[in-house]
């Protein structure tokens, strides 16, 4: 069978290419494909037909993918080379700067009853993670590398047991007036403040998780406010 289908198209075929200077790529194509169509029964995708018209259409899809990319994920942190950078601030404007973090520690019913009644042998739990947390926010700049060196106005730590939970809930706030923002400050803040709940009450477990870390709200800077929906 494949022998007389071959028969039946070289011939043709033949006389297709040789006389391709009387007619023209296009209407040479078109024949070949009508042939193939009475042969096969169906005409071959069209993509073959428009080949050489697809790649200026793909180029052009992947030139407005880049794009869009280049618009929406603006990293400051990232130099036009692609190189890690500090961002320079000094043509920002002064302003209020507030930011509120907060994270959990799951403690579990027996470590939460020991830290509950302070009998954590470490000593007392919360106001050693609360003096921690403040203190973290201060090093921020020394603890994430391109972090600006912020001076803060205000820190505060506040941490809460929760019964029904087993758990401790932990909000930090920084505050700032100044040419760029204090989020990463109060995120330290509570992660830190977390860390040293662990480190705590490690002895009486360690299947104790830091969990939820994340920005709350934030006041001031070009982008305004933000709060994070309930």
Same mark, same amino acid.
């Given at each position: 069978?494949?022998?007389?289908?071959?028969?039946?198209m070289?011939?043709?075929?033949?006389?297709?290419?040789?006389? #391709?200077?009387?007619?023209?790529?296009? #209407? /040479?194509?078109?024949?070949? &494909?009508?042939?193939?169509?009475?042969?096969?029964?169906?005409?071959?995708?069209?993509?073959?037909?428009? #080949?050489?018209?697809?790649?200026?259409? #793909?180029? !052009?899809?992947?030139?407005i993918? @880049?794009? &869009?990319? *280049? &618009? =929406?994920?603006?990293?400051?942190?990232?130099?036009? +080379?692609?190189?890690?950078?500090?961002? !320079?601030?000094s043509? *920002?404007?002064?302003?209020?700067?507030?930011?509120?973090?907060?994270?959990? $520690?799951?403690?579990?019913?027996?470590?939460?009853?020991?830290?509950?009644?302070n009998?954590?042998?470490?000593? !007392?739990?919360?106001?050693?993670? +609360? %003096?921690?947390?403040? @203190?973290?926010?201060?090093?921020?700049?020394?603890?994430?590398?391109?972090?600006?060196? %912020?001076?803060?106005?205000h820190?505060?730590?506040?941490l809460?047991?929760?019964?029904?939970k087993?758990?401790?809930?932990? =909000?930090?706030?920084?505050?700032? /007036?100044? *040419?760029?923002?204090?989020?990463?400050?109060?995120?330290?803040? $509570? /992660?830190?403040?977390?860390l /040293?709940?662990?480190?705590?009450?490690?002895?009486?477990? +360690?299947d104790?998780?830091? @969990? !939820? $870390?994340?920005?709350?709200h +934030?006041?001031?800077? *070009?982008?305004?406010?933000?709060?994070?929906?309930?």
């Amino acid at each position: 069978m494949f022998h007389r289908l071959s028969a039946l198209m070289l011939p043709k075929s033949r006389r297709l290419f040789c006389s #391709s200077s009387s007619h023209d790529l296009a #209407s /040479t194509i078109a024949e070949l &494909n009508k042939e193939m169509e009475f042969v096969f029964g169906e005409a071959p995708p069209t993509s073959i037909t428009g #080949s050489s018209e697809s790649q200026p259409v #793909s180029q !052009d899809s992947e030139f407005i993918s @880049t794009e &869009n990319i *280049k &618009n =929406e994920s603006k990293l400051t942190h990232v130099s036009v +080379k692609g190189e890690a950078q500090m961002v !320079d601030v000094s043509h *920002k404007d002064i302003s209020k700067r507030v930011a509120i973090a907060s994270c959990k $520690v799951i403690l579990g019913k027996t470590v939460y009853d020991l830290v509950s009644a302070n009998h954590i042998a470490k000593g !007392d739990v919360l106001s050693v993670a +609360k %003096i921690a947390g403040i @203190t973290g926010a201060k090093q921020t700049s020394n603890l994430i590398p391109l972090c600006h060196n %912020i001076d803060l106005t205000h820190v505060r730590v506040d941490l809460r047991l929760n019964h029904d939970k087993y758990c401790v809930e932990i =909000e930090g706030e920084a505050a700032s /007036t100044g *040419k760029t923002g204090v989020e990463m400050e109060a995120m330290t803040a $509570v /992660t830190l403040a977390g860390l /040293t709940v662990y480190d705590m009450c490690k002895a009486a477990s +360690k299947d104790i998780q830091i @969990t !939820d $870390v994340r920005l709350e709200h +934030k006041i001031g800077g *070009k982008s305004g406010n933000w709060s994070r929906e309930k």
